[in-house]
């Protein structure tokens, strides 16, 4: 008997133990959080999700946004199977309005769903999701509230500060027309630098930045590079490069590209980004490196040095796998940008159902 349950217990050890060393050993070999559920869940998503539009009445057909990455995003998703005209049986339901539309405008839209369709009072918004490049602040109309506080909003990454609800938010990936590979040009890659950074002179540098980049300026291992520069010498350099520069406070639009040509970004801020696109998706800390302001050139490059000691090939390997989710296209593929903010979407569709007033 004490024998029989000894060997239970002892056998569950094991279980338990290869369990933990097989989750880590895959980690290693996966930019995803759960590399084991993601490609079931998404074949689940292809075949069962369905969104319920709720457009505005009187817009101006089409809709327009200001940016490429909004665009795509709505027009790969009308023309999708994902869009059902029975609103019974959607998943999800998309509040649609164009970027000008005022918040007077959205509050009215989001009235004019909660007294004419059944579903906004069901969860008070929570199936319901919108599409804000700059996101939607506090406001004290009481159909906004509901609409920032328990929809799902998709903004552009960066989202300013204070327009993002980490968890519920979810941030479309910046649009780069940047050619998928480097062309057939004679290039020389011979010259490699520890670093590469892509100077934008206009876009108002904060001074740590400013500060930073001169003290590498003068460093060999280094490449600063100009907005200047053309398409070809900036992808053969983020090609040639261990690390790409970063800069949250200023510019990260060139992320994908980086993680894309097996340049590791390097994300310089102030704190913990919360607005990463995909963070429930991705392992971030396993393709990207994260580096306070405060830091001068001297420790950033100690930092760069003993990733390289330390896991770069790996980070590098990870980080251009994961690269095809940052990828918008015209008609979209498996696992690109648009069928990923997809996947983001389905995974929330277990919305808080509210119970009604009448059941309490
Ligand atoms: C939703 O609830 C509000 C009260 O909060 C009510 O005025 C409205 O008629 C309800 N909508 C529907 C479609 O029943
Ligand atoms: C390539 O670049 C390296 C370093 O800048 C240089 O020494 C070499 O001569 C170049 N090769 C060609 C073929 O241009
Ligand atoms: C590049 O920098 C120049 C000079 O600072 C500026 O006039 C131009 O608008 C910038 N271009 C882009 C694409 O940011």
Redo the contacts with the bound molecule.
Sequence with gaps: MAKSSLSVLLFFILGTLSFVLSTAVADLTSPYLSPTTIFPNYQKMLHTFRIFICSPQNTKNPISYNTPAESLFHTSLVNSPFVTQNPNEAHLFFVLFPSDFSTRSIARLVRDL?????YW?RTLGADHFYMSCAGIGYESDRNLVELKKNSIQISCFPTPYGKFIPHKDITLPPFNPLPHSLPQAPVNKTATFLGYFRSYGDRGDGESQSSLVNDLSGDPEFVIGSNASDQLTHMVRLASSKFCLFFYAVDVSGIGDALRFGCVPVVITEGPIQDLPFLDVIRWSEIAVFVGTGRGAKELKHVLERTCKDGYERMRGLGMKASQHWVWNESPQPYDAFHTVLFQLWSRRHAIRYARREWV
């Design positions: 909660r007294m004419e369709l059944p009072n």
